[in-house]
């Protein structure tokens, strides 16, 4: 499942786009806006953001939009996968599950369909969705942006466990189950605790995580090269810290794996 990791490698390789015009578009209607075509056609795409897992799309006097990933989506930029496969997921590409196919050119009078699309938002499951100018105002701190005080006023006097917190992205926008499980895994914070019983110390150690590992991670691929990356979540084998066997747990119906000896 794609987390704000992967959606930072996409918004990076989408950056070649910027100064495109889009001149044609083909769309799985039911995952795309019924008037998408007719409103960005004619557009320049001006900047390439991104806010939690979504990647924005800006373009000049147009709507802004939206890639959302849900389960399985991914982006093919002008041909290439930024992403060869995304982990739990097909390593098959089947045209049959493009559900957007964005062309654009440098010259706005361009054949629309020479070439590869510039944008293919490829999603076998269909989860996932494309918006025009989506309303992400009720999205908590960026991923890229907690700090200690930020994580402290998102978690409040919430009682759901620290696991479930993080993964509500109304509280930091971006983090996923694996990305969960890391930092706490940094922080040494058991992942069942009620978000509210985290102490000062705690908080500052979970953001220092947060802030320290994420980069580390996104350099060398996204979400799947942490310490608890797939082979070590699907075996559970001794805590390379301390030694003691990892558990894996349900916590608000996600795969927690942890460490029950160096994690309080």
């Known amino acids: 499942m794609p987390?704000?990791?992967?959606?930072?490698?996409?918004?990076?390789?989408?950056?070649?786009?910027v100064g495109r015009t889009v001149v044609d578009a083909w769309v799985d209607d039911r995952v795309v806006p019924p008037d998408?075509?007719?409103r960005i056609t004619g557009h320049r795409i001006d900047s390439v953001r991104r806010v939690g897992k979504v990647v924005l799309i800006d373009t000049v006097d147009g709507p802004t939009i939206g890639l959302h990933f849900g389960m399985t989506g991914r982006v093919i930029v002008d041909g290439i996968a930024p992403i060869d496969r995304l982990q739990y997921a097909s390593a098959r590409d089947e045209p049959e599950w493009d559900r957007l196919r964005l062309f654009a050119s440098r010259r706005a009078a361009s054949p629309a369909l020479v070439g590869p699309p510039a944008i293919r938002l490829n999603d076998p499951r269909r989860l996932g969705h494309v918006s025009l100018d989506a309303d992400l105002s009720a999205l908590g701190v960026d991923m890229m942006a907690v700090t200690s005080g930020r994580l402290r006023a998102a978690i409040g006097r919430r009682q759901p466990a620290i696991k479930t917190l993080l993964l509500d992205q109304s509280a930091v926008a971006g983090l996923g189950n694996m990305c969960a499980d890391e930092v706490l895994w940094w922080a040494g914070i058991d992942p069942h605790r009620a978000a509210a019983t985290l102490t000062d110390d705690e908080v500052r150690r979970l953001a220092s995580a947060i802030r320290r590992r994420l980069p580390i991670m996104l350099r060398r691929g996204g979400s799947h090269t942490g310490v608890l990356e797939p082979d070590v979540r699907a075996a559970c084998p001794p805590c390379e810290r301390d030694g003691v066997p990892l558990r894996r747990d349900v916590i608000g119906g996600r795969t927690a794996v942890w460490c029950p000896e160096h994690q309080r």
């Not at 992967?6 to 950056?15: D, G, N, Q, V």
């Open 36 to 38: 998408f075509v007719d």
């Open 3 to 17: 987390e704000g990791l992967e959606a930072e490698i996409w918004r990076t390789s989408l950056e070649v786009t």
